[in-house]
């Protein structure tokens, strides 16, 4: 006798919502174990050439840039972390009061679940909080491959008012996670379709395993001209997603897997007319110097500031202001009064 198979049973709306819920949760918390950060410091292995008679006071250093059309006191971008629950919504409203009293650039959780649910829009809108400064929606860029398009896109830039729109590249996270999607084909005619025709400036980014020169090259040849490093060194999202998948095997398999962000870097800032955002492991504001005298225009944190953000805006603020007041002091004992002239800094690889 043949066993008939079984039904497919398909979860409902409330279901799928409370599985998209525990999984932001369990994003939440496990970023916040030490065991999900990567053990390899990349920024570590260099040292700035320390300059001892600096010729300028330090009260003259300069950290001002500019991004998307827009000032920015200082050249830091509070990376895209959560929405899409009360926690999150929690989360991203002191990190928007903060970056904005700090003057810096934020980006926001993957907006899927906002367009999936509108219910849950209200957890990333913070154009309310944060008026001035630079805002970076966020989506998946896999979901170009399951269903989402440029009517999507243009939603979740209208959604949070943002200045420009990130598309999210996670093949080792997808691969991994319980419900990862992973059908990541001819997705780059779609980047370049929305690139074209969405209105505001499209930022690709990895989300901890870096992009390599030649992938950046190819992202450029369809219009791309801002990339995120978001490189190794890190949370490990194949730790994280591991751990959720009760596989903790895997996650140590693949937990150094990536292009380190100081090498993403590097590779990215070889590439004529990219504006390159350095992110991935950095932790400080010395980190933050060495990123942009690797090459880097603007400076992206994100886990030093998810536990301040889960109790105040102002424990953020106080975060920034301590990256800001090192960067500073780097710049000082180089001798570095602008940006500019920290990417002129020698930074020497340790031996």
């Given amino acids: 006798m043949t066993l008939a198979e079984p039904p497919v049973v398909e979860p409902t709306t409330s279901e799928t919502d409370t599985v998209e819920r525990d999984r932001k949760l369990e994003h939440i918390q496990l970023a916040l174990e030490e065991r999900m950060q990567q053990e390899s410091r990349f920024f570590d292995r260099y040292a700035f050439v ?52 700090a003057g810096i650039a934020l980006g926001v959780g993957s907006q899927r679940k906002a367009l999936e649910d509108p219910e849950t829009a209200a957890t990333f809108s913070v154009r309310d909080l944060a008026p001035t400064i ?44 319980p419900e990862g999607q992973c059908d ?87 590439i004529d007319g990219l504006t390159v955002i350095g ?12 990123a942009i005298a690797m090459g880097a225009d603007l400076v992206g944190l994100a886990q030093p500031f998810l536990e301040a953000a889960m109790e105040s805006a102002e424990k953020v603020y106080e975060r920034i202001a301590r990256v800001t007041q090192e960067l500073r002091i780097a710049m000082f004992c180089v001798g570095a009064r602008t940006l500019e002239e920290l990417r002129d800094g020698k930074l020497v690889e340790r031996r």
């Fill in 134 to 177: 630079p805002l970076l929606g966020n989506l998946g860029a896999v979901q170009l491959n399951y269903g989402f398009g440029l009517d999507e896109c243009r939603r979740a830039v209208e959604m949070i008012a943002a200045d420009a729109l990130a598309l999210h590249l996670n093949p080792l996270q997808e691969a991994i996670q």
């Fill in 50 to 101: 320390h300059e001892a008679l600096p010729e300028l006071d330090m009260a003259e250093v300069d950290l001002t840039t500019e991004f998307l059309g827009k000032p920015l006191a200082s050249p830091l971008l509070v990376s895209c972390m959560t929405g899409g629950t009360d926690s999150a919504s929690a989360i991203n409203r002191n990190l928007a009061i903060a970056a904005e009293r």
């Fill in 279 to 290: 992110s991935g492991g950095v932790r400080s504001g010395l980190d933050v110097a060495k």
């Fill in 184 to 270: 990541f084909s001819a997705l780059l005619p779609k980047i370049g379709e929305v690139v074209d025709r969405l209105g505001v400036p499209v930022v690709v980014k990895e989300i901890g395993c870096g992009i390599s020169g030649a992938t950046a090259r190819r992202l450029a040849d369809v219009g791309v001209r801002i990339v995120d490093s978001a490189g190794l060194g890190g949370t490990s999202w194949a730790r994280i997603e591991a751990a959720r998948a009760s596989d903790l095997e895997i996650g140590e398999l693949f937990a150094d897997w990536g292009v380190p962000t100081t090498d993403s870097i590097r590779q990215l800032a070889a």
